[in-house]
């Protein structure tokens, strides 16, 4: 009998829907504490939610065997879930064509997902797919718009596609969203933007006072500017 039941608190006797319920009432609270970057989040959340995704597998092998499978109990919108999740863990663990398979089946089932997409946009520049990664991030920023890191690796899109006239905006509606927002600032001052002179035309001068010593352009005296 697999561990994977005990690890999500089934008894093993459990129908596979139910065995689904109980997975995703834990995944989706481990995904509001992830969502959309896995870089500094706590190591804790990362492996408590690879460990639930792998009880998962080990259960679906087992029910597999007496011809119980996903597509067979679940609607349209868990089933969409539960490729999301499995394209998730994938990503965690740096297997991005695999996760980008999983993302692009949990797209068809929810073509207008913005997460989905924003994670298939992630595969794909991964991948060197700049024009489908372009695409995936556009169509996600219907329904995710304020997420900082969908215009950041839009941007980067663009500039790695030769176009960082085209990247320079995308950064900057981050820091429209979030002026903390350390990545972008790192890629337009990396892009010869004086940051020092933004803050400061923007009206953001105590903010700046708290950033400056991060970057070169902080280091310029008033005139050099």
Known sequence: MSEGYY????????????????YF???DE??????YEIEGRSPKVINDFAHYQGAMNEILREKELSGETPEGCLPPESLKKFYYYRGKRLFIEGKLYEAGQSFEKASRMASRDGKTLYFLGRCLLASGNLKLAEDAFKLASVKERKNTYLWLYLGDVYSKGGFPKKALPMWELCLDLDKHFFPALERLERQGVNLRRKFIQEGFVELWEKLKGKFSSGKRSDREE
């Open 25 to 27: 009432s834990l995944m």
């Open 7 to 22: 690890a999500l608190g089934v008894s093993p006797e459990s129908s596979l829907a139910a065995v689904f319920q109980r």
């Open 30 to 35: 481990l995904e509001t504490k992830i969502e």
